[in-house]
Each structure stands twice: as structure tokens, then as C-alpha cells.
């Protein structure tokens, strides 16, 4: 497996000076990671709260902080840097448990081999990189679904607007209607004249306001097709500019 493109940051979290000079050597001189080292739980986590590494190496057999003890931390503290923990021989459930708290791998101390640790290395960070590419994903998902949701939700309730504002209106031109041929007897010739203009303006600025309410009726249809991916950007985006245009139009000649 290839190494990393750029150095790791490696923690190593060991109470025993031999073991933890092994590891620290192996990982600069064959993996070329930049590699501090801990002696105890307590400096880990002073070193972990200080700044984020991108492996932690963690015994888990350390006094008076186990390295269980800084695993739980971490995932108190939703610390997402992936852990190798050292175990002994016959330590196989202190395995498990670490990998219930988090942990991505383990190393026996006593099947410990050098040259394979920056494979171990390389092969955990990979698969954390994976794990947080494919949770990235899942987020963009539930999110546009939810997205969705609120457009579908805000498409219905300016349709249902419109409707209701549509039928307002068609009703409020009706009645400007009917007052006009019932008063026009009642008055004179400039009054007709200026209830003729009054009616006019009226019904202009009903079919003004019609035109609107279908323009963001179409708007709202445009950007769900947008966002659900029902036509190529191309098309939704010269829809919109040309629904755009025609209310920018309509606006500069009611203006005028």
C-alpha cells in the first residue's frame, strides 16, 4: 500500500520507553510520519486537547490513565482521529472493548512487527478517510431530502396563495365590473368619463397583480425542477432569467 502524500501526524501514547523509541523510530525512518511522544494518559490528552493529530498509537495499559480512559475521553470529547491500540497477549477483549469506544485497530506487543506498522499506519488513516467521505455523503442526502421537503412544502403554499389570491381578484374584477354598469346611468358624461378611466386603471391593476402571482407560482416550479435535478442547468437557468426579464419588464412599465 502506497504511503501518505503528505507527512501524518502521529501520536504515540506508550509508558514504556523501549517499546515507545521502537515505534517512534520505525514510523520516522520507514513511514516518514511526524511523530511526538507521550508517556502516560494524562500527557495524551493534554496533547490531543492542545491540537489534533491524524493517528494516535494508544497502549491501553498505562496507570493512573489507561488508554481505555483516553479513548473514552475522546469519544466524550467526539474526537474523530482514529486510534491503534497496544494490547498484550491474552488482551483480545480489551481489544473489543477499545474498538466499541472507537478504536480503529489494534497491535499485540508480542506479534509486533516493525516493518509492518506504517502499512498499519497508511492502511488506518485510509480507511478514517473513507469513513468520513461515505458519512459526508449520507449528511448531503438526508439534508437534500429535507431540502426538498421544505421546497415541496413552500411550492404548495405559493400555489395554494395563488390560487386563493387568483380567485380574490377574479372576483374583485367582477364586482368593479357590475359597480360600473350600475353607476354609469346614474351619473353624467365627465363622470362616465371618469369612472370609464377609474374602471380601466382598476382592471390594469388586476391584470398587474395576476401576472405576478403566476410569475412566482412559475419561479417556484423552476427552482423545484432545479434543485431535484428534473432538467439540465442550462434550461433552468435561462428560464429563470427569462421569468426575470418579464417581471423586470412588467415592473419598468407599470413604473412608467
Request: with cysteine.
Amino acid at each position: 500500500m502506497a504511503g501518505p502524500t503528505y507527512p501524518l501526524e502521529v501520536l504515540i501514547v506508550e509508558d514504556e520507553e523501549p517499546f515507545r523509541k521502537v515505534l517512534s523510530v520505525v514510523l520516522r525512518e520507514k513511514g516518514g510520519y511526524v511523530v511526538e511522544e507521550c508517556e502516560s494518559g494524562e500527557e495524551a490528552i493534554e496533547a490531543l486537547r492542545a491540537s489534533p493529530r491524524d493517528i494516535v498509537i494508544l497502549d491501553y495499559r498505562m496507570e493512573p490513565v489507561s488508554g481505555l480512559n483516553v479513548l473514552q475521553w475522546m469519544l466524550e470529547q467526539k474526537m474523530e482521529t482514529p486510534v491503534i491500540v497496544l494490547t498484550g497477549a491474552g488482551s483480545e477483549h480489551i481489544a473489543v472493548e477499545a474498538m466499541k469506544l472507537g478504536a480503529y485497530d489494534y497491535i499485540r506487543k508480542d506479534n509486533f512487527e516493525p516493518q509492518h506498522l506504517p502499512v498499519i499506519v497508511n492502511s488506518v488513516h485510509e480507511r478514517h478517510l473513507f469513513k468520513k467521505e461515505r458519512e459526508g455523503n449520507a449528511r448531503i442526502s438526508v439534508d437534500r431530502e429535507r431540502n426538498l421537503v421544505s421546497l415541496e412544502l413552500l411550492r404548495y403554499g405559493i400555489s395554494l396563495s395563488s390560487n386563493l389570491i387568483s380567485t380574490t381578484l377574479a372576483n374583485i374584477a367582477k364586482d368593479i365590473d357590475r359597480f360600473h354598469q350600475n353607476l354609469r346611468p346614474l351619473i353624467g358624461k365627465e363622470g362616465q368619463d371618469q369612472l370609464n378611466t377609474m374602471a380601466e386603471e382598476l382592471k390594469q391593476e388586476y391584470n398587474f397583480m395576476s401576472t405576478i402571482i403566476r410569475s412566482l407560482s412559475d419561479l417556484s416550479d423552476i427552482m423545484y425542477q432545479k434543485f431535484k435535478g428534473l432538467q439540465d442547468p442550462q434550461s433552468i437557468e435561462e428560464a429563470l432569467k427569462a421569468q426575470l426579464r418579464s417581471l423586470q419588464d412588467r415592473s419598468s412599465s407599470r413604473k412608467k
